[in-house]
């Protein structure tokens, strides 16, 4: 797996098609925690191609929300993005917006961590210190039991994708947590060009 796209023409892409800080900072923390899953399940080599996929998840979920993944493949092609990454990017909305099954691990992974990195985040912002630095597993687990809390962020996909990579959700909260607490201060600082 290798990337044909650039980290700057991704990002550019993305900010075509995504106004919303949100969603910018959503894709940089997907990127990032792709990147670090990369590294941590021995993938190293395909990093790039990891980052960028996370990157390039939600290219067309702020303009076209009732298409995610479907329109993500028009916009991804006519950028030039190669087929196999454009698989990666829709497998995501497997079950949920389109019929793209996720099969590398990789792709397990985004599947799973897109939404776990949504609920964290909004877990984050609860705290006083509006950061996941000083969060412990324990309260991922009793935000995630609270099925009104972040009600957005799908808690069977969650479940499916820790079985889809055969993981205890204690482990996927632990490693994804680590994974964001690595990025947290890069993507604050990277933010600031967008505000």
Known sequence: MTSNITREEALELLRKHNKEAFHIQHGLTVEKTMRWFASELGYQD???YWAMVGLLHDIDFEEYP???????EELLR??????????S?????YGICCDVKPEHEMEKVLFTVDELTGLIGAAALMRPSKS???MEVSSIKKKFKDKRFAAGCSRD????????LGWELNDLFDRT??????????IRDEMVNFV
Request: aromatic share 0%; glycine share 8%.
């Open 177 to 186: 947590l680590r994974a964001m607490q690595s990025c947290e201060a890069e």
């Open 46 to 48: 395909e990093a790039d």
């Open 66 to 72: 009732e298409e995610h993944c479907i329109k993500a």
């Open 157 to 164: 996909t969650i479940r499916t994708g820790a079985e889809m």
């Open 132 to 134: 996941v630095m000083d």
């Open 78 to 87: 006519a950028a030039g993005v190669g087929e196999e990454m454009i698989h």
């Open 89 to 93: 990017v829709c497998s995501h909305g």
